[in-house]
């Protein structure tokens, strides 16, 4: 069974800068066959949206409102991803869970076969 531990979030002030890690274990193989990999957040009273997305060869989708601020990556020696969040704004606040899943497509459509347990990102101004 895939586990995802997501890590890295926190109450912090508008402009600075957090970096989320989600490290995966028991799966057979290196992550590298993990299809996708992503990152979405959900707001108080709101759907869960996609954030980011990387494929196992490293084409990245980014949800608009994010683009230029946020950047995906993956350590498939590790079993691990990363999203590194710059320039942090209110509207960011929710909490941040990683995924998985084997398939593709990779979007950014929540629809992904594992979850992490979700990390709290909340900014203030």
């Known amino acids: 069974q895939v586990q995802l531990v997501d890590s890295g979030g926190g109450s912090v002030q508008a402009g600075v800068s957090l970096r989320l890690s989600c490290a995966a274990s028991?799966?057979?193989?290196?992550?590298?066959?993990?299809?996708?990999m992503g990152w979405f957040r959900q707001a108080p009273g709101k759907e869960r949206e996609g954030v980011a997305t990387?494929?196992?060869?490293?084409?990245?989708t980014y949800a608009d409102s994010v683009k230029g601020r946020f950047t995906i990556s993956r350590d498939n020696a590790e079993n691990t991803q990363y999203l590194q969040m710059n320039s942090l704004k209110p509207e960011d606040t929710a909490m941040y869970y990683c995924?998985?899943?084997?398939?593709?497509?990779?979007?950014?459509?929540?629809?992904?076969?594992?979850w992490g347990q979700g990390t709290q990102v909340t900014v203030s101004s």
């Open positions: 995924a998985a899943d084997p398939g593709f497509p990779c979007t950014l459509v929540p629809d992904k076969r594992y």
């Open positions: 028991g799966y057979t193989y290196s992550i590298y066959y993990m299809g996708c």
């Open positions: 990387i494929d196992n060869r490293g084409r990245t």
